[in-house]
């Protein structure tokens, strides 16, 4: 079996040992890149939320975070980063392969208190739409931009975000009999909109689901 995953070698190295093992072929190519855009923390911030590890790399090469502030992230994998940036997360979403439930999760968790959104210029806002336009401040930190590049055909496809979606369509197609897992409900949306059937939603968007779906559903012939 092939597959494809819209992620760098550097950040799959766990998949590439997985397949490996199985003795199928793994393609990892991220169809995107990024580039910092100047920002501040507004002073009523109370909170800041990230929901990818970029919004954290980016935040943490531009400023430090203010005194006594709170902090919430998107799931566990996003907080594995934080923590590694000696920063513990007061919220971390359940599933974060469904934002609109880690919304309303935070939306209870942080009451009436200002929020900031450090994002992606392409981020949908999922989370952040949960709450009052009052009670926050969405700022994009960073460019998401395309890196089109022809993949050779697969029998799976694994697709981390729309904007890799967005990439990869306009110099591939998928394959009539391959199928599709998306890296969350955004993602799914995104390609439902664009008439590709999907076979899998990750819902928690963590490695362990992914490898434990794999090995569910697909032996080695």
């Not at 072929?25 to 890149?33: A, F, Q, R, T």
């Not at 979606?165 to 394959?175: G, H, M, Q």
């Not at 390609?191 to 794999?214: A, C, M, N, P």
Request: hydrophobic share 40%; charged share 25%; with cysteine.
């Amino acid at each position: 079996m092939k597959i494809f995953i819209s992620k760098a070698n550097s950040d799959c190295q766990w998949l590439h040992s997985f397949c490996e093992e199985k003795k199928w072929s793994l393609v990892s190519e991220s169809l995107i890149e990024f580039s910092a855009i100047d920002f501040k923390v507004p002073k009523q911030a109370e909170v800041i939320f990230f929901s990818s590890k970029n919004g954290i790399r980016y935040f943490l090469e531009e400023c430090q975070l203010p005194a006594g502030i709170q902090t919430a992230c998107i799931g566990r994998e996003t907080a594995k980063i934080m923590k590694k940036n000696g920063i513990i997360p007061d919220f971390i979403g359940d599933k974060s392969g469904d934002p609109v439930s880690v919304g309303k999760e935070f939306l209870a968790f942080v009451g009436e208190k200002n929020v900031f959104f450090p994002t992606s210029n392409q981020s949908l806002h999922t989370v952040a739409n949960q709450l009052p336009e009052n009670q926050k401040t969405v700022a994009s930190i960073y460019e998401t931009n395309t890196v089109s590049k022809k993949i050779e055909e697969g029998d799976l496809y694994i697709f981390s975000s729309p904007s890799n979606v967005r990439s990869f369509l306009l110099e591939n197609k998928i394959p009539k009999n391959a199928k599709v897992i998306a890296w969350g409900n955004v993602t799914a949306h995104f390609l439902f909109d664009h008439d590709i059937e999907v076979e899998y939603i990750l819902e928690t968007s963590q490695k362990k689901e992914l490898l434990g779906y794999l090995t569910q559903q697909f032996s080695i012939k």
